[in-house]
T-cell receptor, first 113, second 112 residues
Framework: DVKVTQSSRYLVKRTGEKVFLECVQD?????MFWYRQDPGLGLRLIYF???????EKGDIPEGYSVSREKKERFSLILESASTNQTSMYLC????????????FGPGTRLTVT | AQKITQTQPGMFVQEKEAVTLDCTYD???????LFWYKQPSSGEMIFLIY??????QNATEGRYSLNFQKARKSANLVISASQLGDSAMYFC?????????FGAGTRLTVKP
């Protein structure tokens, strides 16, 4: 069964903390994505990766970095969390036998206080 | 970067009627893919339908069809025979060159 997992469903962090959001897919997909979802703004692309160690900035990369050391794992890093990074974070992957479908993880709701 | 526009923040439809959700996109590429996703209140993203830019026929999946008008750069989702369970957020998205971007979404409410 197709599966994308994220390390936490809910996370509360303090301003200035370093935050790691992990995403793992078990489908051997090449492309992985990180989005944040805010009411009225839809899903905004933060970063994406099309291969191990390759990464590209999306529309809102400021304040974030990513790591793709292994094909199955794509990590989103908030170097110094701020309250405006409170959001729902969604990871996704695409590839394999059905490149026309993108698989999403369940999301991580991050609150920065 | 390409841009996806959904101009309807909210829509209402009577149960059993058809509804069209609008989506326009902007890209200079010839090869791209268009998607629609449904997000119910539970938060999961559910893939509905896909249309490739070179597909000659409009995509259909059960009660969902995609009205693809390439020259107008529109990819509207048509839901036939609406059901109460169709009430959700709907997102249009486009992919090309390894990335994928979404519109702001339309909240559909089906009235009994």
């Amino acid at each position: 069964d197709v599966k994308v997992t994220q390390s936490s469903r809910y996370l509360v962090k303090r301003t200035g903390e370093k935050v790691f959001l992990e995403c793992v897919q078990d489908m051997d997909h090449e492309n992985m994505f990180w989005y944040r979802q805010d009411p009225g703004l839809g899903l905004r692309l933060i970063y994406f990766s099309y291969d191990v160690k390759m990464k590209e900035k999306g529309d809102i990369p400021e304040g974030y970095s990513v790591s793709r050391e292994k094909k199955e794992r794509f990590s989103l890093i908030l170097e110094s969390a701020s309250t405006n990074q409170t959001s729902m974070y969604l990871c996704a992957s695409i590839g394999g036998n059905r490149p026309y479908e993108q698989y999403f993880g369940p999301g991580t709701r991050l609150t920065v206080t | 970067a390409q841009k996806i526009t959904q101009t309807q923040p909210g829509m209402f439809v009577q149960e059993k009627e058809a509804v069209t959700l609008d989506c326009t996109y902007d890209t200079s590429d010839q090869s791209y893919g268009l998607f629609w996703y449904k997000q119910p209140s539970s938060g999961e993203m559910i893939f509905l339908i896909y249309q490739g830019s070179y597909d000659e026929q409009n995509a259909t999946e059960g009660r969902y069809s995609l009205n693809f008008q390439k020259a107008r750069k529109s990819a509207n989702l048509v839901i036939s025979a609406s059901q109460l369970g169709d009430s959700a957020m709907y997102f249009c998205a486009m992919t090309n060159n390894n990335d994928m971007r979404f519109g702001a979404g339309t909240r559909l409410t089906v009235k009994p």
